[in-house]
């Protein structure tokens, strides 16, 4: 099975700056995510990270704060602008070999304190 | 289901025993639905899944049970040990605001198990 892994694992950031988190899976996967997890909440998905082309938003979620890419069938980034306290959380990537949302598997996590 | 914050459901069972995991989920046109174990400091690890053409699937000590008629979604774990301490998830595939399909997560429940 394939090993996906994040970077930076953790960090802690002030308020005003931008952090860009990486996502690297070890082969090829056609569908990539990526989410928000709040301190003892559940998951919510941010965005959808299509290659080649503009990534897919969630409801109460703008490009202009989380910007992605998805250069390759392998890597994705997110950015997470402009911080505030209130986007502390645990940011998670996962893919899923086909469309349709089929079975997702998950990054480690990068976990974002914002000051 | 919504979030209950830091609060999360506790299961508290004894070594050994048997452990039920409930979940509701809200969209009766979810049609594949997922069991997620997240440890401490981890991402999601996959459990088990189900199609909704079925009604029971079975693996290693894990059983997810799907019930259609009332949404219902449980995961029993045989023989529970300490390495199954953990947050459980489950994780419907329902249509998005965006129109797309995705994985969305209900709100956990820890389990704790005692030696």
């Known amino acids: 099975s394939a090993v996906i892994s994040q970077k930076p694992s953790r960090d802690i950031c002030q308020r005003g700056t931008s952090l860009t988190i990486q996502c690297q899976v070890d082969s090829q996967v056609t569908m990539m995510f990526w989410y928000r997890q709040q301190p003892g909440q559940s998951l919510t998905l941010i965005a959808t990270?299509?290659?080649?082309?503009?990534?897919?938003?969630e409801s109460g979620f703008v490009i202009d704060k989380f910007p992605i890419s998805r250069p390759n069938l392998t890597f994705s980034t997110l950015t997470v602008s402009n911080m505030s306290p209130e986007d502390s959380s645990i940011y998670l990537c996962?893919?899923?070999?086909?469309?349709?949302?089929?079975?997702?598997?998950f990054g480690p996590g990068t976990r974002l304190t914002v000051l | 289901g919504e979030s209950v914050g830091l609060h999360l459901p506790t299961l508290s069972v004894q070594e050994g025993d048997n452990s039920i995991i409930n979940c509701a989920y809200s969209n009766s046109a979810s049609d594949y639905f997922i069991w997620y174990k997240q440890e401490s400091g981890k991402g999601p690890q996959f459990i088990i899944d189900i199609r909704s053409n079925m009604d029971k699937r079975q693996g290693q000590r894990v059983t997810v049970l799907l019930n259609k008629t009332v949404k219902h979604l449980s995961l029993q774990i045989a023989a529970t040990q300490p390495g199954d301490s953990a947050v459980y998830f489950c994780?419907?595939?329902?249509?998005?605001?965006?129109?797309?399909?995705?994985?969305?997560f209900g709100s956990g429940t820890r389990l704790q198990v005692q030696p």
């Open positions: 996962s893919f899923a070999r086909a469309a349709g949302a089929d079975t997702q598997y």
């Open positions: 990270a299509n290659q080649g082309s503009e990534a897919t938003y």
């Open positions: 994780a419907e595939n329902r249509l998005m605001d965006t129109g797309r399909r995705a994985l969305t």
